[in-house]
């Protein structure tokens, strides 16, 4: 929310999103494994850039910005969390509420990999409930 928040104030948005890739994912220390929920065309978003377009928006593509689409809030419902001496995961859902109050459910799996003391995501996987049709 504050890549957002940024966004809404005039700020540089683009840097605070930087940041917010560089503290919590391991692009440039290990792979990286994203499937971003809103993306169908570029699906996998294994460079920090593809990652930084997704959050950010880029004009001509399917990437809108989701980080500055106005999210005011995120709430966490883990299934289940599983740790060991180097690694990380965890499953759940995670609800985001936009400006009109309305919640947003999406499904998420994250892998995280210890990197000098620091948990870093190194699979993060999220996608809109299955709906049939």
Do not use: C
Not at 59 to 78: L, P, Q, Y
Not at 87 to 112: I, L
């Amino acid at each position: 929310m504050a890549i957002a928040r940024a966004h809404t104030d005039g700020g540089d948005y683009a840097a605070r999103a930087t940041e917010h890739i560089n503290d919590l994912y391991a692009y440039g220390e290990t792979h990286v494994m994203f499937k971003p929920t809103l993306a169908a065309e570029t699906q996998f978003r294994e460079t920090f850039e593809g990652a930084l377009r997704y959050f950010i928006g880029q004009d001509g593509t399917e990437d809108k910005g989701f980080a500055i689409s106005g999210w005011t809030n995120v709430r966490w419902e883990n299934i289940g969390i599983y740790t060991n001496d180097a690694s990380a995961m965890a499953m759940g859902n995670y609800y985001f509420m936009g400006p009109d109050g309305s919640e947003t459910k999406v499904e998420y799996s994250f892998g995280y990999v210890l990197i000098d003391g620091d948990l870093k995501i190194n699979l993060h996987h999220s996608s809109l409930p299955y709906r049939p049709e």
